[in-house]
């Protein structure tokens, strides 16, 4: 089969290094990728944000017998409906179910009717009725912009004044643009031990009849050491998370991983691809913080080294609706991605900075904002480089993965240096 990824970061990279191990596979594209992708496959320049410019594409290519829609903004678009449309095979939701991710109003009243659990929350559409809200409510108490906001549109407010605020930001000012035309506010949720948040990053395979866990992870959001600063698209992950017992997963299937699949089912919305679950674990246990209709990034950086079973055949049985069929093996060590950034990001950054690299053969280099200029690496992107490692425990994943990255560097690399120790005991 040849197999085209859509996307440019980490995420699409590490896909494509899964597929690259199938022995179904035999070519591989980008569109439009990085200097990464274009090591294993043929980089595809066409903006996948343009439905038709990619179906043209699909027409003169009949080569291309699979296409993946890994990032949420063509899926919110109707990527997939579209090349469905002209028979193509794909795998990511359709809108109508990609709706889970893009708009937080509607996920928000999918759990309430349904009684998956997930913090309180209200939705309006009205600055002077959100307000009213708050002010009932006072702080601590969280915001979401109802539309897709680069992972920025929420904000964890601690007073009542940064509240206000942050509420005529997002539906006066429109800092997140038409994203907050319509607001959730909801209750803020507190970790059981960790205070402020434990969450864990639960993805699952479905093809709408039967849901697969994968492995856990934990993702780190803030640029700076010690969860300071400001939130990013996520500085490092591992794997897997350590509060993660299989009684847990037992119970998150049951109260929310099931009843969210036949949620969407019973709403004519029935979601085939990977489905991911945001999760915090409270005093009253495990609540659902966010869905994503796709894979996240760099969770999937740290999930995808560690799977035995073919990811090729895992995509195509979703497509064919035969998921119960596959069992997914895992390996049985854990995983480590240190994310290392252009100097700034998450505000402005410069690109075009030479990056050398020397010894990193403990680990698995997966790019994200990279390019070739003159024959050169250089940093094209906030989010450059994603060093993965895997060990037969974290500490031993840690410790390869900044060993590697002792070895790479570039004019004012950014990294953090405790990803992995986010729940460590003491
Ligand atoms: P999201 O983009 O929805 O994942 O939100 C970004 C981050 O905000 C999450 O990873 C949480 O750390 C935090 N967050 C979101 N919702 C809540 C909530 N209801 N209570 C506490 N923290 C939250
Ligand atoms: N790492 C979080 C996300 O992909 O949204």
Known sequence: MNVLVIGNGGREHAILLALKKSPKVDKLYCMKGNAGTAQIAENVNVDYMNID???????????????????????????VDALEGIGKRCFGPRKNAAIIESS?????????KYGIPTAEAETF??????????????????????????GKGVLVCETLKEAEEGLKEIMLDKAFGAAGNVIVVEECLRGLKYVPGEEVSVLAFTDGKTILPMISACDHKRAFDGDKGLNTGGMGTFSPCPFWTEALEKEVLETIMIPTMNAMNAEGRTFKGCLYFGLMRTDKGMKVVEYNSRFGDPETQVI?????????????????????EIKIEWDKGACVCVVLASGGYPLSYTKGKEITIGDTKDAILVHAGTAIKDGKLVTNGGRVLDVVAKGSDIEEARAKAYNAVSNINWENMQYRSDIGIKYRKG
């Open 104 to 112: 937080k109003a509607f996920s928000k009243s999918l759990m309430k």
């Open 304 to 324: 995808l080294p560690m799977l035995k079973t073919d990811l090729m055949e895992i995509f195509e049985a979703v497509t064919d609706e035969r998921l119960s």
């Open 53 to 79: 410019a990619v179906l043209s594409f699909a027409e003169e290519h009949p080569d291309i017998d699979y296409y993946v829609v890994a990032p949420d903004d063509p899926l919110a678009i109707g990527l």
């Open 125 to 150: 559409d009205s600055y002077d009725k959100a307000l009213e809200y708050v002010r009932l409510k006072g702080a601590p108490i969280v915001l979401k912009a109802d539309g897709l906001a680069l």
